[in-house]
């Protein structure tokens, strides 16, 4: 992704995302419907923390798509580059 796209852009267009329903293509990258909503809810309360400027952890996010087994595709991708913009900002 872009580096000059905000975080909180990168977040809705994730959510956004997530939102509709799985293609083929993350379904073969180990996407579920259990992962697709817990991750939805992630990016939707990190969105309000950084929203009420809340101090950010470091979350991990890509140990818990490896957890789910997955890997590869856009989906991933994106959610990587959230994860790269995370760690650059602590």
Not at 14 to 29: F, K, Q, V
Not at 56 to 85: C, M, N, P, Q, T
Request: charged residues 30%; negative net charge.
């Amino acid at each position: 992704m872009d580096e000059q796209v905000s975080l909180p852009v990168m977040i809705d267009s994730i959510i956004e995302n997530l939102s509709g329903p799985l293609t083929s293509e993350e379904i073969s990258n180990g996407w579920t419907e259990d992962s697709q909503r817990v991750m939805t809810d992630f990016f939707k309360d990190l969105q309000s923390k950084i929203s009420n400027k809340e101090e950010l952890s470091y979350f991990g996010i890509l140990r818990g798509l490896d957890h789910w087994g997955i890997s590869g595709g856009e989906l991933f991708l994106k959610v990587a580059a959230i994860d790269h913009r995370l760690r650059e900002a602590r």
